[in-house]
């Protein structure tokens, strides 16, 4: 039988943190070698909720070793757990969103050392979505293109980074540079541009809806998660998946052939 492919995660104790716990903990190719929390914080040497998961630590034992490091600590966090990924020369899975453009070029620059992968959002629905708005906005290049998202109260960031990325592959698809999220719009749209919608409220897990609007008909496509296991199944595929990568920075869309 090979070996389990050992993985810290770093936010462990967040939302996120723990439904990735819950889904390593169910399966026996996979096992939880850390669980990284911020520095200063209260729980740290507590329990985990999740049985025969590590007590919450701040930083990494020399004495622990690991393929993946799985980060989604938002973009507060974000550093550290990619500086810890290559001092130790750990594969990298991050799903933390908010970032700003300097960590998007270290993660280009730590993708020479290490294999890794960064996604908004690791929801195989999400990925197929993304292939196709790409495709509907390159068949309709004059349709504007509305990205409508909807999250729970405690997101930080707005619009979603999987709505950015959305808008992104629009613009590639035609040709055209990615929008600037412009959230108080007033005014009349010029023809075929991307535009973003957002509303926040109570536990909505994630919704995308890429509307393509012409003139006495439109497209929508449309993307609901209804349960955050979705995002933790997703990224441990993508770390399982990951182990076995040389270094480089790798997609969703590499790992499922798209
Ligand atoms: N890619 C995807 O599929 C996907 C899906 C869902 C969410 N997300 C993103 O993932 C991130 C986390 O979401 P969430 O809902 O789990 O948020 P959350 O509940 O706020 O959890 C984030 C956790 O990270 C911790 N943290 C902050 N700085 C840290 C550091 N330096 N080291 C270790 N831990 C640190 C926070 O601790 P404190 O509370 O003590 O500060 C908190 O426990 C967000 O950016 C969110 O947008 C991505």
Redesign the pocket.
């Known amino acids: 039988m090979s070996e389990s492919i050992r993985i810290v995660i ?2 462990a ?5 723990k439904a990735l716990s819950s889904v390593i903990a169910e399966r026996d190719d996979v096992s939880l070698v850390a669980t ?4 200063g ?1 209260e729980l740290e040497n507590r329990p985990t909720p999740t049985a025969g998961a590590p007590n919450y630590a701040t930083r990494l034992p020399e004495s622990v070793i690991a393929d993946v490091l799985i980060d ?6 974000f550093d ?2 990619l500086e810890l990924a290559l001092t130790r020369n750990i594969a990298f899975v991050s ?4 970032l700003d453009p300097s960590q998007i070029e270290a993660l280009d620059q730590a993708a020479r050392r290490i294999p890794l992968m960064w ?5 195989v629905g999400v990925a197929v979505l993304e292939h196709l708005v790409g495709e509907a906005a390159r068949l309709l290049p004059d349709w504007d293109c509305e990205i409508i998202e909807s999250h729970h109260r ?4 707005a619009p979603s ?1 999987t709505a950015l990325t959305l808008g992104r592959r629009a613009g590639e698809a035609r040709g055209v540079d990615a929008p600037d999220p412009d959230l108080d719009r007033n005014g009349r749209r010029d023809v075929g541009t991307i535009g973003y919608s957002v509303s926040r409220g109570g536990d909505i897990v ?1 919704e995308h809806e890429v509307r393509l609007a012409g003139f006495g008909e439109r497209v929508e496509l449309i993307h609901r998660a209804t349960d ?1 296991a979705i ?1 933790a199944k ?2 441990l595929t993508a770390a399982c998946w990951l182990s076995r990568q040389v270094p480089g920075r790798y997609s969703m869309a590499d790992m499922l052939g798209l």
């Open positions: 770093s936010g104790a967040g939302r996120m943190g990284l929390i911020r520095p914080s989604f600590s938002a973009s507060s966090g550290a757990a799903g933390s969103t908010g996604a908004a959002n690791f929801s405690h997101k930080l960031d980074g994630g955050r995002f997703g990224a």
